[in-house]
């Protein structure tokens, strides 16, 4: 059974970093590309990054781009978000899915919430 | 960015009912379109993707259709469990974009 735990979501200040991660069973995780979507009551559902098996591509939205990283751990099966010069606009429930930009997004984990607040 | 546009954004209707939810794409993205199921406080759940392809596990009562730039997700016949809020996808290119939803209710 896939599964899918994010984790890290806490408040942080404006101007603050945080990493998210999110640990990864029941799939051959290096075969498959992975992506964080973010979800807020105003925007809705927002696709933030996506990273390929490898780790050697990475694709981000413009609005975190210079901001956000995301990266991976094959070893550990565990797929990262660090986030820095957080912003309220940043705010929101942070979910990983399994799947990469040019397909569906087949699994996802149950989300972690980020607040940017002071 | 290809921008997403959901037809209606909120429906009401009762079990049993034939539904349709559309969703409009600012440019042609050939078939490259998915759909999501989410209840409140739930994860987002694949139900079908490129267009017509019913994700495993998914019942039969779920259909989509369409090319280019207009798509529909029908439901057959309205069971308790699919009342929640519907979204669609284009993952044609990046980055890929969401529709803004379309809550159905009772």
């Known amino acids: 059974e896939v599964q899918l735990v994010e984790s890290g979501g806490r408040l942080v200040q404006p101007g603050g970093s945080l990493r998210l991660s999110c640990a990864a069973s029941?799939?051959?995780?290096?075969?498959?590309?992975m992506t964080w979507v973010r979800q807020t009551p105003g925007k809705g559902l927002e696709w933030v990054s996506a990273?390929?098996?490898?780790?050697?591509?990475?694709f981000y939205i413009d609005a975190v781009k210079g901001r956000f990283t995301i990266s991976r751990d094959n070893s550990k099966n565990t797929l990262y978000l660090q986030m820095t010069s957080l912003g309220v606009e940043d705010t929101a429930v942070y979910f990983c899915a399994k799947g990469n930009v040019y397909d569906q997004l087949d699994y996802w984990g149950q989300g972690t919430l980020v607040t940017v607040s002071s | 960015d290809i921008q997403m546009t959901q037809s209606p954004s909120s429906l009401s209707a009762s079990v049993g009912d034939r539904i349709t939810i559309t969703c409009r794409a600012s440019q042609n993205i050939i078939g490259n379109l998915n759909w999501y199921q989410q209840h409140p406080g739930k994860a987002p759940k694949l139900l079908l993707y490129?267009?017509?392809r019913l994700q495993s596990g998914v019942p039969s009562r779920f259909s989509g259709s369409g090319s280019g730039t207009d798509f529909t997700l029908t439901i057959s016949s309205l069971q308790p469990e699919d009342f929640a809020t519907y979204y669609c996808q284009q993952s044609f290119n990046t980055p890929s974009t969401f529709g803004q939803g379309t809550k159905l209710d009772i």
């Open positions: 990273v390929t098996g490898s780790g050697g591509s990475t």
């Open positions: 029941g799939f051959a995780f290096s075969n498959y590309a």
């Open positions: 490129a267009t017509s």
